[in-house]
């Protein structure tokens, strides 16, 4: 599976858009983007996931670059919950998660 | 989103005995569940892949006879850690993949394990 890299930490002011970045350049043909996040001890959370299109649901959107070597999480309305570590993982149908360090943001009031 | 459990939260155990942490999908059936372990300041990392009626496949450096993993149904997979010793404490959280669609996985609230 394809490794991902994104930046160390971030911040956002709230009520602004949080766009986090991600590179996957080895990324393979049907190789999924998912998007997770952890808050402190607790499982990771899914939030969303694409193949080649842009997708949004109801906590975010995900723009993938035409040639997929990378990818954009967009939180449109950041809140202080949303302060949490956020992972980018490209994987084969579901399988064999490799968890970077991911991008640690911080919402600030 | 789909709902995974896992129980207990947490477990403090004394060394050398043996503690099994259960792993559910609520709400969707799971050929296929992960076990991660998470130490402190550190990101998750795969332990093993739990297949439904199958023997489970362990990532390198993970013992199989240490970390004993059943998958007995479609939504129950345990993890059992055997003679615990201290520096098997740590964050361990399941997963349950959809079998359909794309595949993601939904993760579990995550067992905090001390061993004393």
């Known amino acids: 599976d394809a490794k991902t890299t994104q930046p160390p930490s971030m911040d956002c002011a709230e009520g602004r858009a949080a766009n986090l970045p991600c590179n996957h350049s080895t990324i393979s043909g049907n190789e999924y983007v998912y998007w997770y996040r952890q808050i402190h001890s607790q499982g990771p959370q899914y939030i969303i996931h694409?193949?080649?299109n842009n997708e949004t649901n109801e906590m975010a959107s995900l723009i993938i670059t035409e040639d997929r070597k990378s990818s954009t999480l967009i939180l449109p309305h950041a809140t202080l919950r949303d302060t949490a570590v956020y992972y980018c993982i490209a994987s084969h149908y579901g399988q064999n998660f490799v968890f970077g360090p991911g991008t640690r943001l911080s919402v600030l009031p | 989103g789909a709902v995974v459990s896992q129980h207990p939260s947490w477990v403090i155990c004394k060394s050398g005995t043996s503690v099994k942490i259960e792993c559910r999908s609520l709400?969707?059936?799971?050929?296929?569940m992960f076990w991660y372990r998470q130490f402190p300041k550190q990101s998750l990392m795969l332990m093993a892949t739990s297949n439904e009626g199958s023997k489970a496949t362990y990532e390198q450096g993970v013992e199989k006879d240490k970390f004993l993993i059943n998958h007995a149904s479609l939504t129950l997979s345990t993890l059992t850690v055997t003679s615990a010793h201290p520096e098997d404490s740590s964050f361990y959280i399941c997963s349950a993949r959809r079998q359909r669609g794309s595949y993601e996985q939904y993760f579990g609230p995550g067992t905090r394990l001390t061993v004393t």
């Open positions: 709400d969707f059936q799971a050929t296929t």
């Open positions: 694409g193949l080649k």
